[in-house]
């Protein structure tokens, strides 16, 4: 029953962030309740891969487990830190730990990797198809953000304006940077 209680905790983050995300966990604790619900897509995706990719299954589950489980929580990891660093030192807004910061993170992360398996659909879906999936996706991502926001704020004792200016931070940082790279390719490409 442990497994169902952090699933429907997760959910519960998911459907009433303002309501279920302000319990701080350990980084260890907050780990664990990723790793169980990474768990509940699990359940559908081999069935929806089988059913459009046939063959592929070993190579393709092989990809996923590596994304989900290894990857992704390295990255909410980093992408916790970086938050935190920006929120705690550069701004001085928030007033909470690092755990608490990894357990916003964690919470962000249940929309997207509840809805993971839809991605792994748009990759072999028709392009009318993938274009309807990709809006469902960007809905997803927009809800991860509100969530994320939510629980920052929860978490770190602040207001949610500072929890998403500090959330959109490195999105500015590295379109910025982004900008600046392939404005300076442009420029050599063309001789100037």
Not at 117 to 129: E, G, T
Request: proline residues 3%.
């Amino acid at each position: 029953m442990i497994l169902v209680d952090d699933i429907k905790k997760g959910v519960s983050a998911i459907l009433h962030p303002n309501k279920s995300t302000g319990t701080t966990m350990s980084i260890g604790a907050a780990a664990v309740m990723y790793y169980k619900f990474a768990f509940l897509p699990l359940l559908v995706l081999p069935i929806v891969i089988e059913l459009l990719l046939g063959g592929f299954l070993g190579a393709i589950s092989i990809s996923i487990i590596l994304v989900q489980y290894i990857f992704y929580p390295i990255g909410l990891l980093i992408g916790a830190g970086i938050l935190f660093f920006i929120g705690k030192y550069l701004f001085r807004w928030f007033k909470g730990t690092f755990s608490g910061a990894f357990t916003a993170t964690v919470y962000g992360a249940f929309p997207s990797l509840l809805f993971a398996w839809i991605s792994y659909i748009m990759l072999y879906a028709s392009l009318h198809v993938g274009e309807v999936i990709g809006i469902i996706i960007d809905v997803i991502d927009l809800w991860s953000l509100y969530v994320i926001v939510v629980a920052f704020s929860r978490q770190q004792k602040c207001t949610k304006l500072q929890s998403l200016i500090v959330a959109l931070v490195p999105v500015i940082i590295v379109a910025i940077i982004a900008f600046l790279v392939l404005g300076s390719v442009a420029l050599s490409s063309t001789g100037l």
